[in-house]
């Protein structure tokens, strides 16, 4: 019986001083248990998974940030007789299932780890000959139909020919909390992930705007939980906050083209409200430049300038198809555009050159401090 595993690698965590990539490592491992019931061993830059559901193991590693590749493998010793009925072994079992065959060329990929009698272009040649045997392909080292890859490392070797691509990024919780704020548009889901595939843990706030949106939050659900598919290791909790009557005072007692930039301003303030009972370092947003009225740079530099805290855009320049095609990837963009009625708040020409004096004084107007304070009195916890 074959001894399987998963071979897990990352990418930009072995560029850290040992310190930090030990600190990272541990928490990418900690992540992996939290979904994963399996045991682990971390060695020289591989993280080797022995699960005890492989298939359910793999389909997990899918939607965990700080893998850039796995592999499902298979080990033994590290002796010419052992790797040689392996390998007769495994390419038996391709060939059965219809994966590798005579027809196809192939390439053997070996590489070392510590101090051998033998070098990795002498252990490729060996397998090599083994393959053969069996299928009798053509070896083509440029362009194979099929790879083998072999890693040797110390002892054990391990068997292998898939790389199946990860998330990428860095281990969630390595980078502190965020605030998020999400509705139910394209944009914000895909803002969130990006920051949580940066290692950031990623508290979600939501603005209810109702009765200038529709009351239901079955959309903003949706995609919180798709999102959570991708918070191994980390809580992901959505609050929502009722933002109407703060909307009514704008359109009420400020000019009409301001409102845009004033529900903007007022949504940061909140959020940084949030963000410092949280304890959350900083404020994300899905503004992508000038692709809306609110997100002109004058508009961006005018909503932000109440706000002491840091607010972080990472779609910033990227135009509707890029977000899109992400949105897409992680399963927020189906959720996003089914149907729902847009903001009536929003004026027929909104502001796109907002002036700073006349936003705060807009403000002033409406004693935007008092009014965002009880807006802030209405947050409640919509799901863990």
């Known amino acids: 019986m074959l001894n399987k595993l998963i071979i897990v690698r990352y990418g930009e965590i072995g560029l850290k001083s040992p ?17 994963i019931n399996c045991q682990v061993k971390n060695q020289q830059g591989r993280i080797f998974i022995y699960p005890q559901d492989f298939d359910d193991a793999l389909k997990s590693l899918e939607k965990i940030v700080g893998i850039v590749s796995y592999s499902p493998a298979v080990s033994t010793k590290t002796d010419w007789d052992s790797i040689k009925e392996l390998i007769r072994t495994y390419i038996r079992e391709l060939v059965d299932e219809d994966l590798f065959s005579g027809k196809d060329s192939f390439a053997i990929r070996c590489r070392r780890v510590g ?29 194979p139909d099929f790879e083998l890859f072999v890693e040797v490392r110390e002892d054990k070797t391990y068997i292998f020919h898939q ?32 920051m949580m595939k940066r290692g950031c843990s990623v508290t979600i706030l939501n603005f209810n705007n109702y009765p200038y949106t529709s009351e239901s939050s ?17 809580k992901l909790n959505l609050y929502q906050v009722d933002y109407g009557e703060y909307l009514q005072k704008c359109r009420k007692q400020a000019p009409e083209r301001m409102t845009c930039v004033l529900c903007k301003s007022g949504m940061y303030q909140i959020a940084e409200k949030i963000a410092k009972k949280e304890k959350a370092l900083a404020i994300v947003d899905g503004s992508s430049l000038g692709q809306v009225a609110s997100q002109t740079l004058p508009n961006i530099v005018a909503t932000r300038y109440s706000t002491s805290m840091p607010i ?24 996003s555009i089914k149907p729902e009625s847009g903001c009536s708040a929003a004026p027929r020409h909104p502001e796109t050159n907002a002036e700073l004096p ?22 409640r916890l919509l799901k863990k």
Do not use: W
Not at 318 to 327: A, F, P, R, S, T
């Open 163 to 194: 790389k199946i691509p990860g998330l990428g990024g860095l281990p969630l919780g390595t980078q502190g909390k965020v605030i998020a704020l999400v509705s139910g548009g394209i944009d914000s889901p895909v803002a969130t992930f990006l």
């Open 312 to 335: 972080l855009s990472p779609l910033i320049g990227l135009d509707k198809v890029e977000i899109e095609k992400i949105g897409k990837k992680i399963g927020t963009f189906d959720i």
């Open 358 to 379: 006349r936003v705060l004084e807009a403000l002033k107007n409406i004693n935007a401090e008092n009014e965002l304070e009880k807006v802030t009195s209405s947050i």
């Open 19 to 35: 310190k930090v990539r030990g600190r990272f490592e541990r928490k990418l491992i900690t992540n992996i248990k939290t979904i």
């Open 115 to 143: 101090e051998h009698d033998f070098s990795s272009q002498e252990m490729a040649a060996f397998c090599g000959s083994v393959v053969y045997e069996i299928t009798e392909s053509n070896v083509d080292l440029t362009n």
């Open 218 to 234: 079955e959309k903003i659900l949706k995609i919180h939980q798709k999102l959570k598919e991708y918070s191994a290791g980390s």
